[in-house]
């Protein structure tokens, strides 16, 4: 069975920072790029950053350029993102996600919330 | 970057009827490599999206063949054939041919009368 669990959401003020992590089992997590997407409440799906199987490649949508870092562990199956400066409109529920565009399956997790403010 | 749009935002269907919505690129989806990189995705309420089309019309495993995806370049249509209860929920469409970034569109609601 395929499973994604994200963690690490909650409340932070303005400014603050949050660490999540995506820890994966039941496919070939070495093997996909990984992605977080979010939804902020009553809003549609936004990319955040993706991260190639080796690390060699990283991508940010610009909003969170600079500010966000997306890492991974294969050793662990793990996917992580790290979050600072964090803004109001960060607020949303992080996805973790395979994002695949084309005939690989595509996976993604149950989300973790994010609250950002005061 | 390229701006998905969709029509209708929202969408009454009646159970055995028919129902598509539309997707629209700023920019041609064809990639260099020959491929069109538009998948559709199904949120139903209170769940994780679900990826339901690649490549414009492949189905992914375990999706109802009610489902269906066509179009090229900058057009694209998800149609179902005969709407369920359960396919209640939001329909996006997302772009992955010109990324960073990778784009969805502001999804469509989907509601039985």
């Known amino acids: 069975e395929v499973q994604l669990v994200e963690s690490g959401g909650g409340f932070v003020q303005p400014g603050g920072s949050l660490r999540l992590s995506c820890e994966t089992s039941?496919?070939?997590?070495?093997?996909?790029?990984m992605s977080w997407v979010r939804q902020a409440p009553g809003k549609g799906l936004e990319w955040v950053a993706n991260i190639k199987w080796d690390e060699s490649e990283k991508n940010y949508v610009e909003s969170v350029e600079g500010r966000f870092s997306i890492t991974r562990d294969n050793s662990r199956n793990s996917l992580y993102l790290e979050m600072n400066s964090l803004r109001a409109e960060d607020t949303a529920i992080y996805y973790c996600?395979?994002?695949?565009?084309?005939?690989?399956?595509?996976?993604w997790g149950q989300g973790t919330r994010v609250t950002v403010s005061s | 970057d390229v701006v998905m749009t969709q029509s209708p935002l929202s969408l009454s269907a009646t159970v055995g009827q028919p129902a598509s919505i539309s997707c629209k690129s700023t920019r041609t989806l064809v990639s260099d490599d020959g491929n069109t990189y538009l998948n559709w995705f199904q949120q139903r309420p209170g769940q994780s999206p679900r990826r339901l089309l690649y490549k414009v019309s492949n189905r992914d495993t375990g999706v109802p063949d009610r489902f269906s995806g066509s179009g090229s370049g900058t057009n694209f249509t998800l149609e179902i054939s005969r709407v369920e209860t359960e396919d209640v929920g939001l329909y996006y469409c997302m772009q992955a041919t010109h990324w960073p970034p990778i784009t969805f569109g502001p999804g469509t609601k989907l509601d039985i009368k």
């Open positions: 996600a395979t994002v695949s565009s084309g005939s690989s399956a595509d996976y």
């Open positions: 039941g496919f070939s997590f070495s093997n996909y790029w």
